[in-house]
């Protein structure tokens, strides 16, 4: 369990200008905290929104994982949440898995979507390495030339024109990103990045919203994670080998260069994401970055690395504050 405090971020801020400090000082010594100015935590605030953030259901019939995903959503709906965003990895698997049982999966994930969640609740939908049809052609069978090969089954399920898009709601905006970046030499390999088009796209999102609009950021890869660290098997942890590395298909690797656009955009606040089935929170240069966990835990399997199987649910202020909580919903692997 996890729940989002004041940071040290915002008392340093608070104190600096509680003090009425002169800001150009403030803006100098600290750019991004002195720009954050208009999100100044009040002793009163309201909230505005709740959300819940379902990653990594990986749902399949084997495991009881159906049963699982519905249990989830289930629980996750009594939190009554106002927005639900899931965060990719939506089936188990369509990457690597024919026609047919892709399309199976594909329906078993919508119809306890539609179950459990009322029409009256928005969902958006992030997506996953798992969720890009044919990634391995020799194992899903695909030739490349379906109609929905790649990532154009998961758009078509949704009826999205673009595998990211954004949105506002109570104030806040939401952007979602695809992280998953294929090679061109059709191996069906990624690494987790942006590519030029979205990163373009991105930044002019960023542009257009309004300094005083709090922007929260969706991605399936987490931008920034330290349970990348974690991620490998103890026996591949190598504590006299080379440098530590972190795996290209884990974590963006443009995380330098999104960090370099928050920096001009202190209204991003939280940064959320999944992939690593694993729960963790880091602060960097006043962004809070958040990996999920998993709905699925270690692929049903049980816990993953002591992440047991859960959902986020986040609620958002009017002052650019949020709390997060990372809740189990008494799931127990077989
Ligand atoms: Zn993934």
């Known amino acids: 369990m996890d729940t989002n405090r004041t940071s040290s971020h915002d008392i340093s801020r608070r104190a600096v200008l509680g003090a009425g400090a002169a800001l150009g000082l403030a803006a100098m010594l600290r750019p991004r905290a002195a720009l954050a100015a208009p999100f100044l935590k009040r002793a009163e605030r309201t909230r505005v929104l709740r959300f819940a953030h379902p990653s990594d259901t990986h749902v399949e019939p084997e495991l009881r994982g159906a049963i699982g995903m519905r249990q989830a959503f289930e629980h996750m709906m009594g939190q009554k949440p106002e927005l639900v965003i899931t965060g990719g990895d939506l089936p188990f698997d369509t990457g690597s898995t024919p026609e047919g049982r892709s399309r ?18 928005p969902v958006h939908h992030t997506l996953g390495n798992h969720d890009v049809f044919g990634r391995d052609k020799k194992k899903s069978k695909a030739t490349g030339s379906e109609p929905f090969f790649g990532k154009r089954w998961f758009m078509d399920n949704f009826e999205y024109t673009h595998t990211y898009q954004s949105f506002e709601k ?8 695809d992280s998953i970046n294929l090679l061109p030499d059709g191996s069906g390999d990624f690494r987790c990045k942006l590519g030029d088009e979205q990163m373009a796209w991105f930044k002019d999102e960023l542009e257009r919203t309004p300094a005083t609009t709090p922007i929260v950021v969706v991605s399936h890869a987490p931008i920034i994670s330290v349970a990348n660290f974690f991620d490998r098997k103890e026996e591949e942890w190598k504590t006299d080998g080379p440098d530590l590395m972190v795996e290209s298909s884990r974590m963006h690797v443009d995380c330098r260069e999104i960090h370099k656009l928050f920096e001009k955009h202190p209204n991003v606040k939280l940064c959320l994401a999944g992939h690593l089935h694993q729960h963790d929170r880091c602060e960097y240069r006043g962004v809070t970055h958040i990996c999920e966990g998993a709905v699925c835990g270690n692929k049903w399997k049980g ?10 649910i986040v609620d958002l202020y009017d002052d650019g504050t949020f709390e997060h909580q990372y809740l189990t919903y008494g799931w127990k692997a077989e």
């Open 170 to 177: 109570a104030g806040w905006k939401f952007v979602i990103l």
């Open 104 to 121: 199976e999966l594909w329906t078993l994930f919508k119809t306890i979507v539609k179950d459990t969640i009322p029409a009256s609740v």
């Open 303 to 312: 816990p993953r690395h002591g992440t047991p199987e859960g959902y986020g």
